[in-house]
């Protein structure tokens, strides 16, 4: 295999867009050291492979991936857990499974909590558009709640938060929302597991119940007469290979529809990889196909719904007690 430099200095002479970057992440991500960190880190800079943001973004990847911890994005704080390009297992149907391939991302290690929300309405003094629907549900639960249950429910993931909110914090953070691609590969593993933990249903009868530990997950409808969220990271079993967690259970998470504006969540190449779009264009929303909201784990829907396979759409504009967002980072 020839040395990251020499796979730079190929690099280019390619032409420059999405896809170069992609790649020229991707070899840094694969360096087993950083010996020579200084003399490529100039390299890259000054062929234009990538911005400087993006070079520091990929340093604070790489020495996650080495001590097998979470990096920091540092305008949110959010923690982010690095998913290697690939193929992987999606869709339902287990007797011919199908294949995608995505290149490679970050993706939030839990869903943005309020004290998360909360700090990036006080950075940037963020109230919802007043053609937005449902403004009424607008932090519902955090203007419901007394001064005594705020520090406590500052860690359970934030709700009543639609599509267009989620994307005006991402583009805040310098992120986006993952398409559903990239949210079933980060939460199935690439062997296409149906939950967290693998292929083990879910007990939903009261005989399995009595029989064994029936919290895997923060099932409100099915572990009893729970109507709220937990903090997250509360479930260990919910996490994933990667070192996801509360991909089942808690809340459900916007997603980038494969057909909103363009996207494809089964890339073949980079340039396919999502991004949040301009401030402009998130009225267009509005009209645009609906997003949908993957896991739902905290819905009145019973077992059917436990798959971390399941999905349902939404208008961009729908604020519900049990959705929430996990934002990703692509190198684009």
Request: charged fraction near 15%.
């Amino acid at each position: 295999m020839k040395a990251p430099l020499a796979q730079l200095r190929e690099l280019a002479f390619t032409p420059p867009g999405p896809p170069r970057t992609q790649e020229a992440v991707h070899i840094l991500m694969d360096m087993n050291d950083l010996q020579d960190w200084d003399i490529i880190q100039d390299y890259v800079l000054e062929h234009g492979l990538m911005t400087p943001d993006t070079l520091k973004q990929v340093r604070l990847q790489w020495s996650a991936v080495q001590n097998h911890t979470a990096w920091t994005e540092p305008t949110s704080g959010l923690e982010m857990v690095w998913i290697p390009p690939g193929r992987f297992i999606h869709g339902n149907n287990q007797r011919a499974p199908r294949h995608g391939r995505l290149a490679g991302y970050s993706l939030a290690k839990h869903p943005v909590t309020n004290q998360q929300w909360l700090n990036f309405t006080q950075a940037t003094g963020y109230t919802p558009a007043a053609q937005h629907s449902d403004n009424d549900l607008y932090m519902w639960h955090l203007r419901q709640a007394t001064p005594q249950a705020m520090p406590e429910q500052a860690q359970h993931p934030m709700i009543y938060i639609s599509y267009i909110d989620a994307l005006h914090y991402c583009q805040w953070a310098g992120l986006t929302l993952p398409t559903e691609w990239m949210w079933e590969k980060a939460a199935r593993g690439t062997d296409g597991r149906i939950y967290p933990w693998g292929n083990r249903r879910y007990p939903t009868r009261v005989a399995e119940r009595k029989r064994g530990n029936i919290k895997l997950a923060h099932l409100p409808y099915i572990n009893g007469p729970q109507t709220n969220t937990v903090p997250v990271g509360s479930f260990p079993l919910t996490r994933t290979a990667y070192g996801c967690q509360d991909m089942l259970g808690n809340v459900g998470e916007w997603c980038h529809n494969p057909l909103t504006h363009n996207h494809h969540g089964g890339a073949e190449s980079p340039e396919q990889m999502p991004t949040s779009p301009s401030k402009a264009s998130l009225d267009n929303l509005l009209k645009s196909t609906p997003p949908d909201v993957r896991s739902r784990g905290f819905s009145p829907n019973g077992s059917t719904s436990l798959s971390i396979r399941a999905f349902v759409s939404h208008k961009p504009t729908a604020r519900l007690p049990w959705c929430g967002f996990r934002p990703a980072w692509t190198p684009t």
